[in-house]
């Protein structure tokens, strides 16, 4: 355990190894699990637990530290990340009761069995006193999962806002001491996780804006001492601004599909458009990710196979689509041999999308002069989008 304040301490179980959440999202920096405790005079809370394959942490740093009572065990988020534990906890503090919305404590009870008694039930606002030590608790839904809340610790202005705000880095720093890294990192999880959730987080920021925040101390990641930096770069990703940039996603069987990204590429450097590049046989999905947080438009490059999109591309755009990016304009280029569906299948899957689709270029075979001319007219086009936008000189 670590004091964050007095009688505020910090619990995490770094997972330097785990390289893949929800068997999805890449992790190349690990991450934490983070847990906190808060003692009042009277009651003793632990705020979160940590990943069941992390319990024996948990467990021996709260015996190790002579934490013998914990009366609450409040559970921002029914993820198993977060909740897998409780049922350790509880065995091992029988006396605890779990704190937690209505909805959380459905979700609770199905995943982990809680069984239904251990339950203290708190809605929107409500305060829980320790004893010089008042918890607050606020429904902060979709961040990331609809059930998500927080807790405000009010004597210390310590805002305990669960995955929101994280970062996967697994470091043995307990508060950020690399803003840059740090940075990257959580940009990294608001693309992965938080960026399909972008207009509810909005609301969700207004809330918290009305607290004085003096440190936020989320559940993965370094706790923040200086928020200001994670709260102005969270009102800049989830805002509506774009930047004057193309994401370029392409998978090529046979160099006809490259040639025109080569090409298209230089054509938008030319236009003084910035352009992010992903070959999709190699990318990181996460760097993909974290592209489409400010990307103005999205082009996706692809072969025709088996008459339809490549399957690499098509699960580019299936994520793009999950993801829910603030792009405003997208394309397809790539090439066909004798026909096909590939622009219908990957403009279907993009639906999600509040995207204006340019026209795609698309070429029979190696691309030719005429091919490389209408390359140049999207880029054209793309150009004159982002300058309506007034992104672009
Ligand atoms: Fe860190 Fe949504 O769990």
Redesign the pocket.
């Known amino acids: 355990m670590q004091e964050l304040r007095p009688d505020v301490y910090s619990i995490r179980a770094i997972d330097w190894d785990r390289r893949l959440f929800d068997e999805l999202i890449p992790l190349p920096e690990g991450t934490t699990y983070n847990a906190y405790l808060v003692e009042g005079s009277e009651k003793t809370a632990l705020l979160d637990t940590v990943d069941p394959t992390k319990t024996s942490i948990l467990l021996d740093s709260l015996d190790s530290s002579g934490v013998d009572k914990i009366d609450y065990v409040i559970s921002h988020?029914a993820?198993q990340?977060?909740s897998g534990s409780i049922p350790h906890v509880l065995a091992r503090y029988p006396n605890a009761k779990v704190v937690t919305n209505a909805k959380c404590k459905s979700m609770l009870i199905d995943l982990l069995h809680v069984d239904e008694s251990k339950f203290l039930t708190i809605t929107e606002g409500q305060t829980l006193p320790l004893g010089g030590k008042t918890l607050q608790f606020f429904d902060i839904p979709w961040v990331?999962?609809p059930e998500t809340m927080c807790t405000y610790l009010q004597e210390d202005r310590i805002l305990f806002p669960c995955?929101l705000f994280?970062s996967h880095l697994a470091t043995s720093s307990l508060y950020v001491d690399d803003e840059p890294l740090v940075y990257e990192s959580a940009k990294r999880y608001y693309a992965e996780i938080m960026m399909p959730f972008r207009t509810v987080i909005k609301k969700n920021l207004e809330k918290l804006g009305k607290l004085q925040i003096g440190m936020i101390a989320p559940?993965?990641g370094p706790v923040y001492n200086r928020p200001e930096f994670i709260l102005n770069a969270y009102q800049n990703w989830v805002g509506d601004d774009v930047k004057n940039e193309v994401v370029l996603a392409y998978v090529s069987m046979h160099e006809s599909t490259k040639l025109m990204v080569e090409y298209f590429t230089q054509a938008l450097i030319q236009r003084g458009i910035a352009v992010k590049q992903f070959n999709l046989t190699v990318a990181d999905l996460g760097r993909l990710a974290i592209a489409l947080v400010d990307a103005a438009t999205i082009v996706l490059g692809s072969p025709t196979v088996l008459t339809g999109a490549h399957p690499k591309a098509a699960y580019a755009a299936f994520v793009a689509n999950a993801l829910r990016p603030k792009t405003r304009f997208a394309s397809i280029i790539g090439s066909f041999g004798w026909g096909g569906k590939m622009v219908d299948q990957l403009a279907g899957l993009l639906t999600n999308l509040k995207v204006e689709l340019i026209p795609p270029v698309i070429a029979k075979g190696q691309p030719k002069d005429e091919d490389f001319a209408a390359l140049d007219n999207l880029a054209d086009q793309i150009l004159a989008k982002h300058r309506g936008a007034g992104i672009a000189k």
Do not use: N, T
Request: no cysteine; hydrophobic share 10%; charged share 30%.
């Open positions: 988020h993820e990340d977060h990331h999962w995955d994280g559940s993965h």
